[in-house]
């Protein structure tokens, strides 16, 4: 009966998972970098956002390769797999934390501890899609555990076999032993690939690896442990990820992404961090109790591990315990990040993997009148988790402390309905070969109007000059750089989407755009371009020719130190570009 009890819950969680996931599918403003990068590759501009300049402007290497192809071909829309990849990266991880159960704590007790866990938390399935890596992420951690965490290298030699023996049901089963480590060592590579702080997860990995390896070699001999076929192409796995890094090298020029340096450029910001992390906190108490479990169990391991004698070592805490606290940790360190609870989210799977065993063995080892505490904590944390307390309810905008919940902010409903809108633009864009800066809430209007220049000014995401300019403002992450518009004018940037944060409009400099939003600025007038942009119905914008024209006569009824900061201001704005060198000349001459 508790079987079936357990089958039905386990079954109707995940629907509910999947289907929760599914209905609040969104679309965060970072997504379309990625997009954009996907695009220009299947385009033949290479990965670059902008043809030309290569700047690793997105941290999601993998996750960017897997949307290449959908921009190859029109039959399945990008944004649609974008879902779909983060909605089976949610399924997956429910699966393999059942697989987890089922492997390592086998007990009778009716609730899935950590799979409740993981599909009531509300942002993991807010974040299963987002167009971000972060399910992805997490489902790779946990794979990787899972395939890394029971095996013996003591029959660890399938190699040499006869490929005909592998496909009896017994060979079959040995086979699966056997390579587990090389499914564990290739996920944790791969992790690597989808985000830099895979590094993380993949040298403790490696530690892991080697600690068992030294393990196994004191009661097998050294030689029958590492002079093996095997051993060889297991370290050539590991080894891999060092075959990626030196084609960014050689591709980008920098071993680290451009991003590194727009959001933090390593540098401490503890006090946003801790805000960051309380504010998780705050919203889910449910996961108090389980930091509280996670670390008890924690040093409880560490006291048999290194003070009580031991036949064996179980070395899983690198991975379960050692790995998460390092990664929270040095998110911690360096403020968190702009959206709400997204670098905490990929380690809670391996987190609950490893309170829900170490309960189950409490339980197990408790006398019968005991247990009543291991089975109040496996009841009551995942209903705490559920009954979340939301922060963001009743604000106007879910923004508390510049941490957002975005997923509030970009509602699919209005992300679908300005792709409407702005779609018929596209043609217009690309013709008149527009040069535009937009702030990160813009993205969207560079995927889907495509122009030939886009540089992002709040952080420089996708320009390393910018990139590496200090923050005006620390506490929202990844934003705050000063907008520099005389960079911006070197680049030839004619049009700023955007007006905030800007000195005051001049009387011809505004852009207007109809109800669609806030006038955009324009920084460099070029009559082609203008000409080519207002087309577009809901478009208007001073003609600057004739501004210039009807202008003249007040120009000479200047003060001469007030008609030389005019032209000057003229130059800057449209006589530079050299094409209108008859009434620049005029404008000179009346100096």
């Known amino acids: ?87 089976l990266s949610f399924l997956g991880t429910c699966i393999y934390l059942i697989l987890f159960r089922k492997k390592f704590a086998k007990t009778e007790f009716p609730v899935p501890f950590a799979l409740s866990c993981f599909v009531l938390l509300h942002h993991n399935r807010v974040f299963a899609t987002g167009g971000l890596e972060t399910s992805l992420h997490g489902f790779i951690f946990l794979t990787a555990s899972y395939h890394l965490i029971d095996f013996k290298a003591a029959d660890f030699d399938p190699v040499k076999r006869k490929f005909s023996d592998w496909f009896s049901t017994d060979r079959s089963a040995n086979f699966r032993e056997h390579y587990k480590p090389f499914a564990g060592v290739f996920l944790s590579s791969l992790s690597c690939l989808n985000r ?21 070699a004191k009661s097998c001999g050294a030689r029958s442990t590492f002079f093996k076929t095997s051993f060889g192409i297991l370290c050539a796995i590991y080894l891999s990820p060092a075959l990626f890094y030196i084609w960014k090298l050689e591709y980008y020029g920098n071993l680290l992404p451009n991003t590194f340096y727009a959001k933090s450029g390593g540098s401490s910001n503890l006090f946003q961090g801790l805000i960051y992390l309380f504010s998780f906190l705050k919203m889910y108490y449910g996961m108090i109790p389980i930091v509280g479990c996670f670390f008890f169990f924690f040093f409880q391991t560490i006291r048999k591990q290194f ?96 941490i957002a919940d975005e997923n509030q902010i970009y509602k699919r409903e209005s992300v679908e309905g300005i792709r409407k809108r702005i779609l018929p633009w ?91 939003s806030t006038p955009w600025r324009i920084l460099t007038y070029s009559p082609s371009v203008m000409k080519e942009l207002l087309k577009i119905s809901a478009f208007r914008a001073v003609d600057f020719e004739s501004y210039l024209d009807a202008y003249k006569y007040k120009y000479k009824k200047l003060d001469p130190t007030f008609r030389k900061e005019k032209f000057l201001e003229f130059e800057s704005y449209y006589f530079r570009n050299g094409e209108d060198e008859i009434r620049r000349e005029w404008y000179r001459k009346n100096l």
Not at 356 to 385: F, G, M
């Open 307 to 402: 003070f009580e004698a031991q036949q064996e070592k179980d070395f899983r805490w690198i991975l379960f315990v050692l790995f998460p606290i390092f990664y929270a940790g040095y998110y911690t360190w360096i403020g968190g990040d702009f959206m709400f609870s997204r670098f905490y989210l990929p380690i809670l799977p391996v987190v609950f993997v490893w309170v829900e065993q170490e309960i189950l063995s409490l339980r197990k080892k408790s006398v019968p009148k005991r247990t009543w505490v291991a089975d109040a904590l496996l009841y009551s944390i995942p209903i705490l988790i559920l009954l979340r307390w939301d922060i963001y309810k009743g604000l106007p905008f879910p923004i508390v402390s510049g």
């Open 426 to 516: 596209k043609e217009h864009f690309e013709k008149s070969k527009v040069r535009v800066a937009f702030q990160g809430s813009e993205c969207i209007l560079i995927y889907y109007l495509n122009p030939i220049l886009a540089i992002e000014t709040e952080a420089g995401l996708t320009d390393p000059v910018i990139a590496r300019m200090e923050f005006k403002n620390r506490e929202r992450i990844g934003h705050g750089k000063p907008t520099q518009l005389q960079y911006l004018r070197e680049r030839n940037v004619h049009l700023l989407l955007y007006s905030s944060g800007l000195p005051g409009p001049k009387e011809y400099d505004e852009f207007l755009t109809g109800d669609f």
């Open 1 to 87: 009966m508790k079987r079936i009890v357990y089958f039905a819950f386990t079954l109707l969680l995940i629907l509910f998972g999947v289907i929760s996931a599914y209905r609040m599918r969104w679309m965060a403003d970072d997504a379309f970098i990625s997009l954009r990068y996907a695009k220009n590759f299947a385009d033949g501009k290479g990965l670059v956002f902008n043809e030309g300049e290569f700047v690793e402007g997105y941290t999601n290497f993998l996750w960017t390769a897997l949307l290449i192809p959908f921009h190859l071909f029109d039959r399945i829309d990008p944004v649609d797999a974008n879902y779909f990849f983060g909605i």
């Open 196 to 216: 830099p702080d895979g590094i993380l997860f993949h040298i403790l990995a490696g530690i892991y690896l080697t600690l068992k390896f030294f393990q196994e």
